[in-house]
């Protein structure tokens, strides 16, 4: 089993979330897929900002969150 | 004599007001027609002709009377709970809110679509019912996750279809499906019966052949009239990173041809953030979508959307809030820029649709599996809440439909419609026009 696949599974198994030895497989296919862009954004200086409009969800236009 | 499902939406509603079309017979020719092309392309997956009567026996005076729409398997209907792409029955069977507003302009709901696996994908390959299928090829994705009402729109089974898209899912397979799938603003329609209330990146959407097809279905779903108007003036900010990399060529030299043919006023704009808006958008959205699956439905669930799921479950608590951060500098982003221009382009997708035996997109950066370049193409609209078209614009090599994709501000739908009107007009509208053969 590869690392990944091992480390993974300790990382469910803490969650409380049920998974299968296929499902390993598949999800490191997507963690190739998609975990370099999270690196990214891991990594990105973002700058200070007002915490309330990063979690507004309506998506209203900047000039509401700059209010 | 011609079929009625071969009529423009449009012109099924103008007859029907004319007298000059049988609502009743154009019910049962739908569904004769739906009955008759459905089987090689698993676009419909349910329909029940005595509810569709009755709809229509009630159905009140109004912009669509008698006039037949299919549904993505999103949206509750009063006989049917919304299955969201499982073999379940996942909400209750209500009148959802999409459901009330096609009521109430006099629509008759004909039939629930095939859509990607409780909208977790791009594709539309991973369904119980069976991949839905390009009808310009049955070989290949119709891409999703509203496969199945792209598919019905451009099979010509249907006038107009309501999707969803949380992250591209109308727009997406609207580029690969030929037809035009438009996004609507985030909140922009009652969410309640529709498993969009989920997450915050969801908008229902309208799929039709044309511009003017869309318009009239988006009319009746908003409530409101969407007048057209010229779009000659209309300036068009080029956001070349990283929307215009990393393309198939044919698809980059389609969509830059068709925006020059329609004459805009393009110029160049940077966005900064985009390039976080994928993986920021990946975040939040599995986070949300995986919140709403019920634990019973997971293990019956196609292996690649358990990965998915499982991936989400993995995301650190740290880089949600890392995402929603870049989500509140995207908006500023888009914001800027709408100050300097009207609308945004670029292409729907990267490159045509890939065979669903390997669904690989060509790229030249080397071979993708599709969902990270079709999030690419189009979180920004769901997590910018702004609304998004992808408009048909030509064809590729292969024969398979290219897409050119607007985005506009906050509640400017009709002025998607107007430039992608403008669009069709300087093609001779040949593009959205052409039928495929019926698969057979």
Redesign the interface.
Request: proline fraction near 10%.
């Given at each position: 089993m590869s690392d990944f696949k091992v480390q993974?599974a300790g990382?469910?198994t803490l969650?409380g979330?049920?998974?299968n030895d296929?499902?390993l497989?598949?999800?490191e296919?997507?963690?190739q897929?998609?975990e370099p862009?999270?690196r990214?954004?891991?990594d990105?200086p973002?700058?200070e900002?007002?915490f309330e409009?990063?979690?507004?969800?309506?998506?209203?236009?900047?000039?509401q969150?700059?209010s | 004599m011609t079929h009625p499902q071969d009529l423009p939406l449009r012109e099924q509603a103008r007859l029907i007001s004319a007298g000059e079309l049988d609502p009743g017979q154009l019910l049962d020719a739908t569904l004769a027609r739906i009955e008759e092309r459905n089987g090689p392309l698993r676009a419909v997956v349910a329909t029940f002709p005595e509810r569709s009567h009755a709809m229509l026996a009630a159905a009140p005076p109004g912009p669509l009377h008698g006039v037949p729409i299919t549904l993505k398997d999103m949206f509750s209907l009063p006989w049917r709970g919304y299955h969201n792409g499982t073999r379940h029955e996942l909400g209750a069977p209500v009148a959802s809110g999409v459901y009330r507003r096609l009521r109430d302009a006099g629509a008759v709901v004909a039939g629930v679509d095939n859509q990607h696996e409780i909208g977790m994908g791009t594709t539309g390959i991973a369904s119980p019912h069976g991949a839905a299928r390009n009808p310009w090829n049955p070989e290949h994705c119709t891409g999703g996750s509203s496969s199945g009402s792209a598919a019905a729109v451009a099979a010509r089974m249907i006038g107009g279809a309501v999707g969803s898209d949380s992250g591209g899912s109308t727009r997406l397979p609207g580029g690969w499906c030929g037809v035009v799938g438009l996004k609507v603003t985030y909140g922009a329609l009652p969410y309640d019966g529709y498993t969009g209330a989920n997450s915050s990146f969801s908008g229902p959407g309208a799929l039709g052949r044309d511009a003017a097809d869309t318009r009239l279905l988006l009319e009746a779903l908003l409530a409101r009239p969407l007048p057209a108007r010229d779009a000659a003036s209309l300036r068009v900010g080029i956001v070349r990173r990283p929307y215009w990399e990393d393309l198939d060529a044919g698809v980059e030299t389609r969509c830059s041809d068709a925006l020059a043919e329609a004459g805009f006023a393009l110029s160049a704009l940077e966005l900064p953030f985009a390039e976080l808006g994928s993986p920021a958008g990946a975040v939040r959205l599995g986070a949300e979508l995986g919140a709403a699956v019920p634990p019973a439905v997971v293990g019956e669930l196609e292996p690649i959307t358990r990965g998915l799921l499982l991936f989400g479950a993995l995301q650190p608590a740290q880089r949600l809030v890392r995402a929603d951060r870049v989500r509140a500098r995207l908006r500023r982003a888009i914001a800027d820029a709408f100050a300097k221009c009207d609308l945004l382009a670029w292409p729907t997708n990267s490159a045509p649709a890939p065979r669903i035996d390997a669904p690989l997109l060509e790229l030249p950066s080397g071979p993708a599996l599709p969902d990270a370049p079709n999030i690419r193409q189009a979180i920004l609209a769901n997590i910018t809440g702004v609304p998004g078209v992808s408009v048909p614009v030509g064809f590729h090599s292969s024969g398979l439909p290219i897409g050119l994709q607007l985005l506009a501000p906050w509640g400017e739908e009709s002025r998607l419609l107007d430039a992608a009107e403008r669009i069709e007009v300087a093609s001779g509208e040949r593009w959205v026009k052409a039928a495929p053969a019926p698969a057979g």
């Open positions: 993974a990382a469910l969650a979330v049920p998974f296929g499902d497989d598949v999800l296919l997507v963690a897929v998609f862009a999270m990214a954004l891991d990105a973002l700058g900002l007002p409009a990063g979690v507004d969800p309506s998506g209203a236009p900047a000039a969150a700059r | -």
